[in-house]
Nanobody, 126 residues
Framework: QVQLVESGGGLVQAGGSLRLSCAAS????????MGWFRQVLGKEREFVAA????????DYADSVKGRFTISRDNAKNTVYLQMNSLRPEDTAVYYC???????????????????WGQGTQVTVSS
């Protein structure tokens, strides 16, 4: 069992930056691929970024490429999402997720992940 807790959300002006953290407990996340997703009320949860267990493989949604960076520190059992050049359309609840995997793969589908955090709100004002 893995427990995930997101933090770092908040209110920021357009063009600003935030860094989200996802702290894991229960089991080491070093054997898990991790992902960040976001959801706006009334819409489906959508993929934002993913990273494999070692950090050697990463991928991003087209809408955030060049602005967001996913990283991980397995020694700290934490995954990060650095968000720069934020836009109002980035406003959402952001969730981190974990999937047991020690391959080079990253995962894009909500259904692929086994564990989820409770989410952290990010609001970008124009």
């Amino acid at each position: 069992q893995v427990q995930l807790v997101e933090s770092g959300g908040g209110l920021v002006q357009a063009g600003g930056s935030l860094r989200l953290s996802c702290a894991a407990s229960g089991r080491t996340v070093s054997r898990y691929a991790m992902g960040w997703f976001r959801q706006v009320l009334g819409k489906e949860r959508e993929f934002v970024a993913a990273i494999n267990w070692s950090g050697g493989s990463k991928d991003y949604a087209d809408s955030v490429k060049g602005r967001f960076t996913i990283s991980r520190d397995n020694a700290k059992n934490t995954v990060y999402l650095q968000m720069n050049s934020l836009r109002p359309e980035d406003t959402a609840v952001y969730y981190c997720a974990a999937k047991a995997s020690t391959s080079y793969e990253v995962y894009y589908l909500v259904a692929a992940y086994e564990y989820w955090g409770q989410g952290t709100q990010v609001t970008v004002s124009s």
